[in-house]
């Protein structure tokens, strides 16, 4: 994944990493799911402690992983991660001069976007969350997202990373937290928790479909994208692809099918620039070694002023190719 994520970035690409609750049993010590033949690689048992706490996979979890993201779909959103609800809008544009062209900072994103009101806004939840478990109705730190989770789960990770490594379960008793962790803390990896909750998958499809649309308003997407709970023959959408489960036990241990998904957003202009009319649509597929199938094909008309984002992905555009 590591060399993965420099590949995207010389490209002009961004690779978003989650970690899962395996991971973090790991980190726990919790280590029921562990074969002798992955402890064999790393020496000792030791090695494998420092290893995943201040070693080379230590350190690329603490840096390059969340629990959780939010992935615009349209620019005028911000890059990545921007949280929702936004923080106050600075109401100032600021600009940096490049020698091949113009950037517009982060505090320009924000007051572009955010200086109307929210329900104002048609692309204000144009955005999908991703997360292994699932986002819980229940859980209290749910926003502002996905800011919240992350700040909690790397204040978790920093104390069970840097505490000494209690002997890991099996033989062992089970480590559990460590004893300095606050409730919120304690919370992401609890049962209705980012990492554990299951409810998505497993609830009947009329109890989802009803709580779903709260979950999203309040996290600024329009769907949720999740793993944990596979299903080994085929992805799957729920509540018209407001729900998408992708965890098709790909891995060895389960022999599920191989798939991905495919996301394809796009947003064109009709008639005039003073009609400030546009066309969005969203096209999302699960892809598998023999076929394509169809989850999602919406077709939106928005009214708003968003030619300065085409300006800006064209000079983005350009700038991308003269640096190759």
């Known amino acids: 994944m590591d060399k993965l994520r420099g590949q995207a970035q010389a490209e ?84 940096e001069k490049e020698k091949d062209g113009f950037e517009m900072d982060f505090d320009l994103w924000m007051f ?26 229940t859980y209290k730190d749910l926003t502002p997202f996905p800011t919240k989770i992350n700040e909690l789960s790397t204040s978790l990770m920093r104390k069970l990373q840097h505490r000494e490594q209690p ?7 089970y480590p559990g937290l460590p004893t300095s962790v606050t409730e919120p803390e304690r919370q992401i990896y609890g049962s209705d928790g980012p990492l554990w909750y299951r409810g998505w998958a497993l609830q009947d499809e009329e109890t989802v479909c009803k709580q779903v649309d709260d979950v999203l308003a309040r996290t600024g997407t329009r769907r949720m994208v999740m793993g944990h709970t596979p299903d080994f023959t085929n992805i799957v959408s729920r509540c018209n692809g407001k729900i998408i489960i992708i965890d098709t036990g790909i891995s060895h241990a389960y022999g599920g099918v191989l798939s991905a998904l495919s996301i394809h957003y796009t947003v064109h202009p009709i008639g005039d620039d003073a009609d400030q009319r546009w066309v969005e649509r969203e096209l999302i597929s699960a892809l598998y070694p023999d076929k394509r199938t169809l989850i999602v094909d919406e077709e939106r008309e928005i009214v708003g002023n968003f030619q300065i984002h085409l300006a800006f ?6 700038k991308a190719t003269a640096k190759k």
């Open 12 to 95: 002009g690409s961004t690779v978003l990493s989650h970690l899962g609750n395996h991971e973090w049993m790991n980190m726990i010590g919790d280590w029921r799911y562990v074969y002798p033949s992955e402890l064999k690689t790393f020496g000792t048992v030791a090695h494998r402690q420092r290893m995943l706490s201040t070693g080379r996979i230590g350190r690329s979890w603490a840096a390059n992983y969340t629990t959780t993201s939010r992935l615009p779909l349209h620019p005028s959103l911000g890059p990545p991660n921007t949280p929702y609800p936004p923080p106050a809008s600075p109401h100032r544009l600021h600009w």
């Open 112 to 137: 572009h976007n955010h200086r109307h009101p929210e329900s104002k806004n048609p692309l204000s939840h144009a955005a999908i969350s991703f997360v292994h478990g699932g986002l819980s109705p």
């Open 167 to 173: 002997p890991p379960h099996p033989p062992n008793p």
């Open 313 to 318: 992905d064209i000079i983005a555009s350009r």
